[in-house]
């Protein structure tokens, strides 16, 4: 089932951050991929927080996560 995701944009700093909605994909991480480009994951450092994701399935409160850039190995 699909659900639609809002992603807000983290990086603008101190400006206004920007929010892009997102269909059909199946996940947050997904949802981030495709609106911004990157590969984030769920756990990480303040300083590379990338995004917060709101969704809400049927009759559920609303969800957020926020996503972190992935760190290369």
Do not use: C, H
Request: proline residues 4%.
């Amino acid at each position: 089932m699909f659900v639609v995701y809002r992603v807000i944009d983290m990086r603008a700093g101190e400006g206004q951050p920007v929010e892009i909605t997102i269909e059909n994909v199946r996940s947050p991480e997904e949802a981030v991929r495709k609106a911004l480009g990157l590969d984030v994951v769920r756990s990480g450092n303040r300083n590379d927080l990338v995004a917060r994701v709101y969704w809400q399935a049927a009759d559920q409160p609303v969800t957020m996560v926020r996503l972190y850039r992935r760190l290369a190995n």
